[in-house]
């Protein structure tokens, strides 16, 4: 990361070119807005500073009624949402039209968590009994996706067969779609046909030389090309479609995987194009380079970021496209909350062995109850944040992070010993703001600690200045104390804003007494794409 990005990222958007390519024939200066609606797919709010309203917000207050009505129970959609709401993916678009240096489809696999990884590749048929079945047994799931393990749009009649019986079958469920946008132009009628509201597309670069770094080749009319020539197509299909998603009023998300050296600083130019172009979110997602995983940028050494390098990144974008940050890189068969994975328990073979009822009414009722329980989490923090602002303390600017053990419904309820990820918050005076996760390997096994693995546990939220669990061993939290991270353990089953918010409080009077000294802390190691046979063993 350069010292420019740092120190707030103008040096480097500075230098970006003087123009940037869009859509084919229609090349267009940095600056001039493409014709699009004025209340198209784009966020709408007026929140500002890169607060992600259309992925935080408290309610529709910002944001046209019709907008609100599409993310409010969208867990990718709605940072708040994710804690309450699950999603699933289905494995039926196995081909795909692009290679990726960052990417490595695998079938048949159990152990990893990461993008374009699945266990059963289904057909549309075996993935509407499939989701059926998952509705009917997890009613809070409210959204299907496809999202691989290839291209969703070079697989269009898997897609979109699995969209129209799913319609019929259960009409309630919201359809998304992940595209890396090559033939995103050529499908907008068949996406809007079938009522898909959300559309994530994976953007990289607005460079074409940038992007002939990512991608070693597309295949398009029928041949395959290669260098510049094939990143400049790319690029131009992903502006176009995105225009003209925008135009017919789709949610979009763009995802874009950080890359040191590579397109980190170019990110800040990417978010400002892609919010000309009506994008409703940007979610900047770390590079997954662990050579195991058997990627080209894996095997050829290329690292993915730090913690602190993600973060600068993120935050030089603020002020332009609304930024998602609770992204977890799910497997193309997920199924659950965001951070859990509930597949294995609905493989064909126990299908087949289900007796499904679709019982869209159980399905409501149970979702007016997560209602209930999201629109008490809101009161907490409402009345957290009203505390914290009236409470006499030291360095009201001053902000930490907090990393947070959860296994959902936003609240401090997991043991140390049993987390998978960490839920990380930036705390102030001001918020309680939701910025990122961390996903660690599993610490307790067989009931007892792997202290073996503790320090990779440790090192994963070290850049954290306390950590809110449930419960916690004497092991872990001696070792926490040691690396100057404050275990608590005061504030189980209570919402997760409300409780940082309460601590940072209590931080802040203890420094403000003199009790301790505010000390800054270093970086953490993201540990994305975990291996999770651990989980398997233990189960």
């Not at 608590?488 to 802040?508: C, H, S």
Request: charged share 20%; with cysteine; hydrophobic share 40%.
């Amino acid at each position: 990361m350069s010292t420019a990005l740092s120190s707030g990222g103008s040096a480097a958007a500075g230098a970006m070119p003087a123009k940037t390519y869009v859509s084919i024939g229609q090349i267009k200066p940095l600056g001039a807005a493409p014709e699009l609606p004025s209340t198209g797919g784009g966020c709408g709010t007026s929140g500002g500073e890169g607060k992600a309203s259309c992925g935080t917000s408290d309610g529709p207050d910002d944001m046209p009624q019709e907008v609100w009505d599409k993310v409010k129970n969208h867990p990718c959609y709605s940072e708040e949402a994710h804690h309450h709401y699950a999603r699933m993916h289905v494995a039926v678009a196995p081909a795909c039209n692009i290679q990726c240096n960052y990417c490595n489809r695998k079938y048949d696999c159990s152990n990893e968590s990461r993008p374009g990884v699945v266990s059963q590749k289904l057909t549309p048929e075996q993935a509407v009994k499939k989701v059926v079945a998952v509705a009917s047994e997890i009613p809070q799931m409210t959204v299907l996706g496809v999202a691989g393990p290839g291209d969703a749009l070079a697989n269009p009649a898997k897609t979109f067969d699995t969209f129209r019986m799913l319609q019929e079958q259960a009409p309630d469920i919201k359809l998304c779609l992940s595209t890396n946008g090559l033939a995103l132009p050529d499908q907008v009628d068949e996406i809007c046909k079938y009522n898909v509201d959300h559309v994530t597309i994976t953007i990289n670069m607005v460079d074409p030389a940038v992007g002939e770094k990512i991608y070693p080749w597309i295949f398009w009319n029928h041949k395959r090309v290669t260098g510049y020539e094939a990143a400049k197509i790319l690029h131009e299909r992903q502006m176009l479609g995105l225009e003209m998603l925008t135009a017919r009023g789709v949610l979009t998300k763009i995802n874009s995987v950080l890359i040191p050296g590579i397109n980190d600083e170019h990110l800040i130019e990417v978010n400002r194009e892609v919010k000309k172009r009506g994008a409703f979110l940007h979610n900047i997602m770390p590079l997954i380079s662990e050579a195991e995983h058997g990627t080209v940028f894996g095997l050829t050494g290329q690292r993915g970021p730090t913690a602190s390098e993600l973060k600068a990144v993120q935050d030089a974008c603020m002020g332009g496209a609304n930024l998602m940050r609770h992204c977890r890189q799910c497997r193309a068969d997920a199924v659950g909350l965001l951070g859990e994975d509930r597949s294995e328990e609905f493989t064909l073979d126990k299908l087949e062995q289900m007796e499904v009822v679709y019982d869209l009414d159980k399905r409501k009722s149970y979702q007016d109850k997560v209602e209930v329980e999201r629109q008490a989490q809101q009161a907490a923090k409402h009345e957290a944040l009203a505390a914290a602002a009236s409470a006499a303390g030291v360095d009201d600017d001053m902000k930490v992070l907090v990393a947070v053990a959860t296994k959902g419904g936003g609240r401090v309820n997991e043991h140390f010993g049993h987390v998978t990820e960490f839920q990380v918050f930036e705390v102030s005076a001001a918020q309680a703001l939701f910025v990122g996760h961390r996903r660690v390997d599993l610490y307790c096994q067989g009931g007892h600690g792997d202290d073996e693995q503790l320090p990779s546990v440790v090192n994963a939220i070290n850049d954290c200045h306390a950590v809110l669990v449930a419960k916690i061993g004497a092991c872990p939290r001696d070792e926490l104390l040691a690396a100057g991270v404050e275990p608590v353990d005061q504030y189980v089953g209570e919402f997760i804003e409300k409780a940082a918010l309460e601590w940072f409080n209590d931080y802040r009077g203890r420094i403000a007494s003199g009790a301790i000294t505010h000390q800054p802390r270093g970086d953490a190691q993201i540990r994305q794409g975990a291996f999770t046979g651990g989980l398997a063993e233990a189960a």
